[in-house]
Nanobody
Framework: EVRLVESGGGLVQAGGSLRLSCAAS????????IGWFRQAPGKEREEVSC????????EYGNSVKGRFTMSSDNAKNTVYLQMNSLKPEDTAVYYC?????????????????WGQGAQVTVSS
């Protein structure tokens, strides 16, 4: 059973930083693409960042490019999202998601397994 558990969310002032973690279990980590997505109240879930399987490329959503960095530690079956220069508009629930194989598009609908989410709140 694929299991994803996010941690590291919280409240931070604008301009600050947070690091989210996603601990994965129940599958061969390297065989899966991992994505970070977020959903703000009243808005659709959107791409933050996606990492392709087998050490492939990482892509970022336009709204976070240059501020957020996704990384992985295969030995720990964990992916991270380092978020710097946070803005109030980054406030959302952040989700980690997984899908077997290389993803075609970093879209929520193409990822089948999801964590429970982590709240990130950025105050102005």
């Amino acid at each position: 059973e694929v299991r994803l558990v996010e941690s590291g969310g919280g409240l931070v002032q604008a301009g600050g930083s947070l690091r989210l973690s996603c601990a994965a279990s129940g599958f061969t980590f390297e065989d899966y693409s991992i994505g970070w997505f977020r959903q703000a109240p009243g808005k659709e879930r959107e791409e933050v960042s996606c990492l392709s399987s087998w050490g492939g490329s990482i892509e970022y959503g336009n709204s976070v490019k240059g501020r957020f960095t996704m990384s992985s530690d295969n030995a720990k079956n964990t992916v991270y999202l380092q978020m710097n220069s946070l803005k109030p508009e980054d406030t959302a629930v952040y989700y980690c998601a997984a899908e077997r194989g290389r993803y075609r598009y970093c879209l929520p609908a193409l990822f089948g397994s999801w964590g429970q989410g982590a709240q990130v709140t950025v105050s102005s």
